[in-house]
């Protein structure tokens, strides 16, 4: 009688162990399954959003050799997203604030544009970004109005299929308030900190 | 022989509930329900002789109640300065009282997406709030008699925004963070001012802004 108890008791244990080692691969695989659905569109970028933050405040301050006071851009939040190789993207940024207005620097910009990425290396961490932007900005005490298109060009480094840093320049070219055509080049300023979402 | 089916499903259910610990879903992320987070940005700019630029956060303290897939999230901050000098000069003499007390605070609520074992990805909605108060005077003796300026002033403020957040875990009770948000506020403030406690002149004005804040804090957190 002891014997099919013992062997009843270390089945159920094991039925047991295996039914919970299934139960954690599907937790497990549940953070990374929406991703690996997408592996076999021509990027793992393909069919995603991408959320972007402005972290060059925060990177300035830990960095040592940093000593000055840093212009982060216009640009604060950058949102895209992805299709099959192309993404509709949205950069804003906002600083309307008492404080600003009486030191002369408030601003609002706002750009909507079409993106596409293309990868540098085999593995696809590394890749460049090619837009353009229709974008609109108000800037300084005196409310300087820019309305025209922008041309960007960005690099972007994956430090993993969600999470990724990058940085753009660009190419302004529309007109002021004032009327007069305004030309720029918009060195990379900023550092981003983006996140894949599914 | 009794006890043999209970036994069998205590082995068979604890087997489960054991195999089971390590995940990456949100509740291994969090193991523990409560968090306390503290800003460390001047600390490590001070201590690292980093970037000198101290423009950071106003709120010092925070707290989040996790809820699953979603937190509670709170954060305060509260500052009070009380100064007193009196001066002397050719036998007059004039003393002047500040006392200021600031006070701010924000909760809200967050959702979680898991990027990886070590990475969170959080966005939200916050309601803030704010009171301050700056009572000062000046008392002026002159040898003839005392006079005494005192102005009081008072704001109120609210507003509300979305965030974006990230986290890195360090461990279990560990975690660094910053975040992003984008608030508008809005506020009244009203100032008295009296000459010899007659009331002499009441000025109301108002303020409001929109700030995108970009992340330029690292907090500490701690699990519990």
């Known amino acids: 009688m002891k014997k099919p108890i013992i062997t009843i008791i270390i089945l159920l244990v094991y039925i047991g162990t295996v039914i919970s080692q299934e139960t954690k691969e599907k937790v497990d695989s549940s953070v990374y399954a929406e991703e690996d659905q997408y592996e076999d569109d021509p990027y793992f970028w393909s069919y995603t959003k991408e959320i972007g ?7 300035s301050k830990l960095v040592p050799f940093n000593l000055g006071q840093n212009d982060s851009g216009l640009i604060g939040l950058r949102w ?9 993207r949205i950069n804003f940024g906002a600083n ?9 620097n408030p601003f609002i910009y706002l750009a909507f544009g ?18 353009w932007d229709l974008a609109f900005s108000v800037e300084g005490e005196d409310g300087d109005g820019f309305f025209g298109i922008a041309k960007g060009y960005g690099f972007e480094y994956h430090i993993t299929k969600r999470i990724f840093l990058s940085t753009e320049a660009q190419m302004n070219l529309g007109i002021s308030s004032n009327n007069v055509i305004k030309v720029q080049f918009q060195l990379p300023t900023a550092v981003f900190v983006n996140v894949r979402l599914y | 022989m009794r006890f043999l089916p209970f036994l069998l499903m205590f082995l068979f259910t604890s087997s489960i509930v054991f195999s089971q610990k390590e995940t990456t879903s949100i509740q291994s992320f969090y193991p523990y329900k409560n968090e306390i987070g503290i800003n460390f940005t001047n600390v490590l700019g001070n201590v690292l002789s980093l970037n000198p630029n101290n423009a950071n956060s106003p709120y010092g303290l925070t707290y989040r109640r996790h809820l699953g897939k979603k937190s509670f999230r709170s954060a ?18 004039v003393t002047r009282t500040i006392n200021q007390t600031t006070s701010q605070f924000r909760i809200g609520l967050e959702k979680h997406i898991v990027l990886n074992k070590r990475v969170l990805f959080s966005y939200g909605f916050d309601i803030l709030g704010k009171v301050m108060t700056d009572n000062s005077s000046v008392q002026d003796n002159n040898g003839f008699g005392s006079v005494t300026f005192t102005s009081k002033e008072t704001t109120f403020g609210g507003g509300a925004g979305p965030m974006l957040r ?14 992003s948000s984008l608030y508008g506020f809005y506020s009244t ?17 108002s303020d409001s802004n929109i700030e995108l804040l970009l992340p330029q804090s690292l907090f500490f957190n701690i699990s519990f």
């Open chain 2, 166 to 179: 990230l986290e890195f875990k360090i461990s279990d009770r560990l975690f660094i963070s910053s975040e």
């Open chain 1, 53 to 59: 933050i402005n972290f060059t405040p925060l990177v």
């Open chain 1, 80 to 88: 895209k997203k992805y299709y099959s190789s192309r993404a509709f």
């Open chain 1, 96 to 104: 309307v604030t008492s404080e600003e207005i009486d030191n002369g």
């Open chain 1, 114 to 131: 079409v993106e596409k990425r293309y990868p540098i290396t085999k593995d696809k961490k590394l890749a460049y970004t090619s837009a």
């Open chain 2, 76 to 93: 305060f901050s509260l500052q009070v300065n009380n100064e007193k000098n009196r001066d002397f000069e050719n036998g007059f003499s």
């Open chain 2, 189 to 205: 403030t009203t100032e008295n001012l009296e000459f010899g406690n007659q009331p002499s002149e009441q000025t109301k004005s």
